[in-house]
């Protein structure tokens, strides 16, 4: 009788169980449910590592702008300071990771306040930090480093609790695989069948990753890239189907369209609250993603814009992806982890208001770009992020109650307010201390009580 009623659920059910698969076309794959960690966790760290890591000059573009686009800058600082008939290739040895200690990087991701990290795997260059069979003598494990570093860094994150997201570029600059697709007007498929897919194929398998960050999409169409049948695989069939995040580079007219949640652009602002998950990405160094020997701090963002960025990117419901690039040795120079401690330290004291978090009815003061919302089921955060002359904090966009409490996170007990004349509410700030040192930036008033 069991085995009878088993087998007529197996038979009602089986009609559902094969609609709820998801089909090869961005109309069903678009339909799926973003898993519910990737807009809780808000805060994450991207990591640019590559064989461009060793000239460590412009940017982690640096074989295209010299052997691409023939850049005199380039050119020359390669004749300066590398024997003459150096290839890119040549960069690969000395690509070493001597000083990489994947559990000190996860250590301070954690200290940073990240909820999950992004590694390159394999930038437009096509070096790949694993070991992957269809890159002979151009990845981690045959040359340079000698080391799964894409293996060694996803160990050391989920032993600190912290997920994991892999960025994989589809296209590769020099590819002869790839530019002889593209000569054929992309009607051939030699390096997506030949080389990419199988390279995502084994990442997702070998891996297990919580997200992919795709890249490398905009010169060629869908059709081409096989995306949509690798992320119905990837949905019904993989090891994180339940779990997997992925973004929205998929092809040339992929971004801000199709995919799971969207970048739209590298350091999209998009001004107003967007109708879908999105995330901006950004880099402590100003200038490139790849670590650059000769940076100056003008050219790196200070604490205060690191900041005044994440509340600006979560008030309007995003992600926050902040990038640094280690160098050839695997170092995270000192002055990068000095700006992602100092995150840390801000997000110790008003994370509450940034984790988990939703946009708000308003997500900025009318009168000013200095006040952000968030809010948590009844509670609304206001972010500021200068401190007001007079201690005095005006906020017109919440309407008090006889029952409203404020308080301000990181200072024990209540503030005093009043209900302002116009609408809103004025409310008396904790008396700072004068200190010759500048103030830190953002606080937090958690309101309860209010609409």
């Not at 890119?88 to 909820?115: C, I, K, M, S, V």
């Not at 401190?387 to 990181?410: C, D, F, H, K």
Request: net charge negative; with cysteine; proline share 7%.
């Amino acid at each position: 009788m069991a085995a009878a009623g088993l087998l007529w659920l197996a038979v009602a059910l089986g009609p559902a169980l094969a609609a709820s698969r998801y089909r090869p076309d961005w109309a069903s794959l678009d339909a799926r449910p973003l898993p519910a960690w990737f807009d809780q966790a808000k805060v994450g760290v991207f990591v640019h590592w590559g064989v461009f890591s060793v000239p460590a000059w412009g940017s982690e573009w640096f074989w295209w702008h010299w052997q691409g686009e023939h850049r005199a800058d380039y050119e020359r600082f390669v004749q300066r300071r590398y024997p003459p008939d150096t290839a890119y290739t040549d960069f690969a040895p000395r690509f070493t990771a001597h000083d990489f200690q994947p559990r000190e990087w996860a250590q301070l991701f954690q200290r940073a306040g990240a909820r999950y990290v992004v590694l390159t795997t394999k930038h437009h260059e096509g070096f790949t930090n694993w070991g992957s069979p269809v890159s002979w003598n151009w990845n981690s494990l045959d040359t340079g480093p000698h080391r799964d570093l894409v293996g060694e860094l996803g160990q050391a994150l989920r032993e600190s609790n912290i997920r994991y997201g892999l960025y994989h570029s589809l296209l590769e600059w020099f590819n002869p695989l790839y530019l002889a697709d593209k000569e054929s007007g992309f009607k051939t498929q030699n390096f997506v069948l030949k080389k990419t897919m199988p390279e995502l194929y084994d990442l997702v398998l070998k891996y297990k990753p919580d997200l992919i960050w795709s890249d490398g999409d905009w010169e060629a169409p869908e059709s081409y890239w096989n995306s949509t049948s690798f992320l119905a695989w990837l949905y019904n069939d993989s090891p994180v189907k339940d779990t997997v995040v992925v973004n929205d580079r998929w092809c040339n007219n992929c971004s801000c369209h199709h995919g799971g949640y969207y970048n739209c652009a590298d350091k999209y602002k998009p001004g107003t609250l967007p109708p879908h998950k999105w995330e901006m990405c950004s880099s402590i160094d100003k200038l490139s993603w790849g670590y650059r020997s000769n940076m100056n701090i003008a050219e790196l963002m200070d604490e205060a814009s690191i900041i005044e960025e994440l509340v600006q990117t979560v008030s309007f419901g995003g992600n926050y992806l902040l990038n640094v690039g280690p160098t050839k040795e695997g170092v995270i120079v000192p002055i990068f982890q000095e700006r992602l401690l100092a995150l840390g330290r801000w997000l110790d004291t008003n994370g509450e208001a940034i984790y988990e978090s939703k946009p708000w009815r308003v997500q900025m003061e009318n009168s000013t770009d200095m006040v952000w919302y968030t809010s948590k089921g009844p509670v609304v955060y206001a972010i500021f992020l200068t401190w007001p002359r007079g201690n005095i904090l005006e906020l017109s966009s919440p309407t008090p109650s006889p029952a409203t409490q404020v308080s301000m996170l990181g200072f024990a007990g209540t503030l005093k307010w009043q209900k302002s004349p116009g609408k809103g509410l004025v409310i008396t700030l904790p008396y700072m201390l004068p200190s010759p040192l500048p103030p830190q930036s953002g606080w937090t008033i958690k309101l309860e009580g209010v609409k």
